[in-house]
């Protein structure tokens, strides 16, 4: 009876001094105390699409793949450098992909997106 006892207090203190586990550390609770910090949206911002390196942009229309890619650089034989900057591009730009498996379904020549 007295192991029983023993035990049992034992687990109860156990118990007693056991924390929250999803309680959240004293400092992200001060960080949350103060007040958020007013953020003022900018009044008109122009942003400027880069094209990639195999896209032309005229108008609303783009051109891209491999042969305007080839089109748009000086030196057409670094396109099949492996070990080439990546000013050049990356490969993957002109490559399309299967939608269900994501494994290479076709090279992109040329495309014209409206």
Request: positive net charge.
């Given at each position: 009876m007295k192991t029983w006892f023993i035990l049992i207090a034992l687990i109860a203190g156990c118990a007693a001094h056991a924390?929250?586990?999803n309680a959240r550390p004293a400092k992200v609770q001060a960080q949350m105390q103060k007040p958020a910090p007013i953020i003022q949206k900018p009044t008109a911002t122009l942003i400027l699409q880069q094209?990639?390196?195999n896209q032309i942009i005229k108008?609303?229309?783009?051109?891209?793949?491999?042969?305007?890619?080839?089109?748009?650089?000086r030196r057409p034989l670094e396109l099949f450098n492996p070990f080439a900057p990546p000013e050049y591009g990356s490969p993957e730009d002109n490559v399309?992909?299967?939608?269900i498996n994501r494994r290479v379904?076709?090279?992109?020549?040329?495309?014209?997106?409206f």
């Open positions: 924390q929250d586990t094209p990639k390196a108008g609303k229309i783009t051109y891209s793949g491999a042969v305007v890619e080839a089109i748009k650089t399309e992909r299967d939608s379904s076709g090279l992109k020549l040329f495309a014209i997106h």
